[in-house]
């Protein structure tokens, strides 16, 4: 007996590790199609570029370091003028505060940043930078040519506005062997973090276009799977017996597609006319609100559900934070932010959503296999972008670990839902020869 239960457990650890195998391989496979090749990196706000194959390689990310003028606003005629300061250099991407005044207690303020570029091979097609992520709002300048506008940074609070998307600048270089990059940026509303927080790509424009259009059609392809899931739990929950699990899978999905469109590239922005801030709220929103719905759902599914308090207890102080986050301007928000509050109430319901799925799994819950298949993406998900948002490694989506994890969750209510309805079959059939078997005994009795 003891040998039986040891091989079963064994099992279902083997059974864990190839889910995760799986899932390791499909992701080492992602970066190897899209590793950024070997390229030099900038010094002294010089990126020597010559000799590189930009018509045949992919895009690559200028970093290292950037001359920075705190508090100024250069153009390129200031420096064919020669009316400027000498630089500070500051390493991109990263915090600016290092360069602002000593006085600066936070990364409040404005600057420009200036990168010179050596090519020495005109293009067919133009070069393009795809700027990631500027906090908070930037004008794009190259070769004194204004290519973008995001926001309007000023030098006073009271005159900015901010704007922080994912956008593209581009500039068609006939002869040129030098390119002039000016990125003039002010932040009033990230207080810990601004300037380039991360790398702008820099290719031909085939490269770039190439994979930005990769990058949004995967988050498309996700949103759009998600709310046809969504969908049908919605028409499950009204036009059948109203369960409460249809209802949560209905908002968790729903969570999940507001988190990638408000992420990454902020299709949100594009679809919807919202501010600097509002963005922000909904971003932190969804993904909070993500952890509980998954957490309400495995408590829905399990057979041995604990913790009923401490469950009550931290929906009571995700609804205060949820509040604070709607009416809070952003830079109280950054701080709750800095302070590990929403860290807390994202990561601790996914480890309890990730514990009660274990359990199920090693209970021998029927169909939980599936629900593994769910938490074993989920985990990988999380894990993966905590690590990329601290050490970027990628600049494209990656769809696999949400669209595998919706199919678990989607493979396991439909398993439920034909068990039970098999379930309710035999019960019926029980009662109809229960019922038979009453006639017969009444036939005989008044007999």
């Keep these: ?17 190839v889910f995760l195998s799986i ?42 370091e950037w001359e920075f003028y705190p508090e100024a606003f250069i153009s390129h005629k200031d420096i064919m003028r020669s009316a400027i300061a000498q630089p500070h250099y500051v390493q991109v991407p990263g915090d600016w505060r290092s360069a602002l005044p000593k006085e600066s207690d936070s990364s409040f303020g404005y600057g420009t ?72 940026v002010a932040n009033f509303d990230q207080p810990l973090k601004g300037g380039i927080v991360k790398s702008i790509y820099f290719g031909s ?31 499950l929950y009204v036009f059948g017996p109203r369960q409460k699990t249809f209802l949560m899978f209905f908002l968790l999905l729903l969570s999940a597609g507001l988190s990638i469109v408000s992420d990454h590239d902020s299709l949100l922005l594009i679809w919807l006319p919202l501010d600097y801030t509002w963005s922000l709220k909904i971003r932190l929103l969804s993904y909070i609100w993500l952890s509980f719905f998954s957490l309400a759902l495995a408590r829905s599914f399990s057979e041995y559900v604990t913790g009923t308090r401490l ?61 593994l298949l769910g938490a074993t993406s989920i985990v990988s998900s999380v894990v993966w972008g905590v690590f990329n948002y601290n050490i970027e490694m990628t600049r494209v989506y990656y769809p696999i670990d949400i669209i595998v994890a919706i199919i678990g969750f989607s493979a396991y209510g439909f398993k439920r839902y034909f068990r039970n309805s098999e379930e309710n079959a035999k019960l019926n059939e029980q009662l109809r020869k229960a019922d038979k ?3 017969q005994f009444l036939a005989n009795t008044s007999h």
């Design 1 to 17: 007996m003891i040998w039986v239960r040891n091989y079963t457990f064994l099992k279902k650890i083997t059974i864990i590790m």
């Design 23 to 64: 899932l390791l391989g499909i992701r080492w496979f992602w970066f190897t199609i899209l590793a950024t090749p070997e390229h030099p990196h900038a010094a002294q706000g010089v990126l020597d570029m010559r000799g590189w194959n930009f018509e045949n390689s992919r895009s690559i990310p200028l970093n290292g």
């Design 113 to 184: 940043y200036r990168l010179r570029i050596l090519v020495d091979q005109p293009l067919k097609q133009p070069y393009t930078f795809w700027i990631q992520q500027i906090q908070a709002s930037s004008i794009v300048e190259i070769n004194g040519e204004t290519a973008a506008v995001f926001g309007l940074p000023t030098k006073q609070t009271q005159t900015y506005r901010p704007r922080a998307v994912s956008y593209t600048a581009s500039y068609t270089a006939s002869n040129v062997k030098e390119i002039e990059l000016l990125v003039r």
């Design 205 to 235: 424009q085939a490269a770039i276009d190439t994979e930005r259009e990769y990058s949004i059609g995967f988050q498309l392809v996700t949103f759009i799977i998600l709310l046809l899931h969504g969908l049908y739990a919605i028409l």
């Design 311 to 371: 469950f009550y207890l931290y929906a009571i102080v995700l609804g205060i934070y949820s509040v604070f986050l709607l009416i809070a301007p952003a830079p109280l928000i950054y701080y709750s932010f800095a302070a590990k509050v929403f860290s807390f109430l994202y990561l601790f319901p996914l480890a309890w959503f990730v514990y009660l799925i274990g359990n199920m799994f090693i209970r021998n819950q029927p169909d939980s296999v599936f629900l």
């Design 437 to 439: 078997l009453k006639d």
